[in-house]
């Protein structure tokens, strides 16, 4: 299956720039770690903002799980249902850190480029992945504290866009 092809679930989305630029600021990626870890470092997120340095594109690009239907990640798990977890109620895939081996067969897996899981720098060989903060009550924390609103879940409208029923 092509990735025209591939349905994803529901994920993280950055909308174009006439509704919302990133600014780059890399709050995204700090509430990440804040919200799953207590702490923030680049090397716990599981959202990842590529800047524009170059500024030709005039865009920073931020990237995360698409949580895809077929979920290889998951299936690619040696230790699958107890370091890759699937919540079959949501379809979100998740990785539980205390059972994860860092074998990285989820990452080779992973259909996307840039990859969608990283692995923790500070506790060598544990996946971390989007899991759109599935356990806060309020949604992904990276939706929320987005101080220009360039991004949001796909299953909902963009701001200032109104859904037309033709």
Same mark, same amino acid.
């Given at each position: 299956m092509s990735n025209t092809e591939q349905k994803y679930g529901r994920h993280i989305v =950055?909308?174009?720039a006439d509704v919302s630029m990133c600014a780059g $600021?890399?709050?995204c990626e700090a509430v990440c770690g804040l919200i799953h870890d207590g702490v923030t470092s680049p090397s716990i997120k599981r959202i990842f903002l590529v800047r524009d340095t170059t500024m030709t594109e005039d865009m920073h690009k931020i990237y995360s799980c698409q949580h895809c239907v077929d979920h290889p990640c998951y299936n690619a798990c040696r230790r699958k249902d107890s370091a890759m977890c699937l919540d079959e109620e949501t379809g979100i895939v998740y990785v539980n850190q205390e059972n994860c081996i860092g $074998?990285? =067969? $989820?990452?080779?897996?992973c259909p996307f480029e840039p990859k969608r899981i990283a692995f923790n720098l500070d506790k060598p060989r544990k996946a971390l992945k989007c899991d759109l903060c599935r356990t806060r009550p309020e949604g992904p924390a990276c939706v929320e504290y987005c101080q220009v609103s360039c991004i949001g879940l796909s299953d909902q409208p963009m701001p200032g866009k109104e859904e037309k029923n033709e």
């Open positions: =950055q909308y174009p $600021c890399g709050t $074998c990285r =067969q $989820c990452w080779k897996a």
